[in-house]
């Protein structure tokens, strides 16, 4: 169990599994630059959180902007959307009457991908709910603003595992403050820190001494 002060950001868990370059940038050196890509997507979550917290539609609360946090992950964060359906075998939720089935919406610009990035935050999402809920959170769903569509996400017991392992890499690698090299790849072009991240000169372990070298190169 991770106490308070050594929770990570639940959305990293997204970053990390696109790039884990990309997320010690972010999440280490604390380095970010938007691009076209970033700004849409945070724009997206804005409209998001925007909007009245709680809305009830029929048999349904849907409530944005939700925090949860998982002590046994190390992770806290925000759901963009969470809606509560009234369900005969769902749980209790306070303030409510009857019982409750929470599931998690993600919104994501762009559309559905290959890899399971999206997926897993939505499950680290779920894995929180479940922890601070005493329920089960089986399903979930990614909202693409490009196609302007519901994915729809099951949590199996390899989902759940592979965000395990990963929230364990992600505290191992911050609690030594290391930004891992990796190999350029395609997604690289369209990153938003791929200036930053400077992919053609990671024999350098971190972008700081990329930079210091450069400094010190120009003072001579």
Same mark, same amino acid.
């Given at each position: ?19 884990r370059r990309q997320w010690a940038l972010i999440h280490i050196e604390q380095a970010w630059a938007d691009n076209v890509l970033t700004a849409q997507g945070e724009l997206m979550h804005k409209r998001a959180h925007d909007e ?9 609360? #849907? ?18 959307? =969470? ?21 998690? =919406?993600? &919104? %994501?610009?762009?559309?559905? %991908? ?22 089960? #959170?089986?399903?979930?769903?990614? &909202? &693409? ?6 994915? %729809? =996400? ?27 090299? =990796? ?23 971190? #972008?700081?001494? &990329? ?10």
């Open positions: 169990m991770y106490d308070e002060d050594e929770f990570l950001a639940l959305s990293g868990i997204q970053h990390f599994a696109f790039c009245e917290l709680r809305e009830r539609r029929g048999d349904t609360l #849907v409530v944005r902007g939700l925090s949860v946090h998982s002590r046994a992950l190390g992770l806290s964060g925000k759901c963009d959307v =969470v809606e509560f359906h009234k369900d005969t075998h769902g749980h209790p939720l306070a303030g409510e009457d009857g019982l409750w089935r929470a599931v998690p =919406v993600e &919104y %994501k610009r762009g559309s559905s %991908k290959a890899n399971d990035a999206d997926r897993l935050q939505l499950c680290a999402q779920a894995l929180c709910l479940e922890e601070m809920l005493g329920a089960d #959170v089986p399903i979930g769903f990614l &909202y &693409y603003g490009e196609t302007r569509s519901r994915e %729809k =996400v099951e949590f199996d017991e390899s989902l759940r595992a592979l965000v395990g392992s990963m929230a364990e890499e992600m505290h191992a690698l911050y609690r030594r403050r290391h930004t891992p090299r =990796v190999k350029p790849f395609s997604a690289c072009r369209s990153c938003s820190l791929n200036d930053l991240c400077l992919p053609r000169a990671i024999n350098r372990a971190t #972008v700081g001494e &990329y930079v210091a070298k450069r400094l010190s190169e120009e003072e001579l």
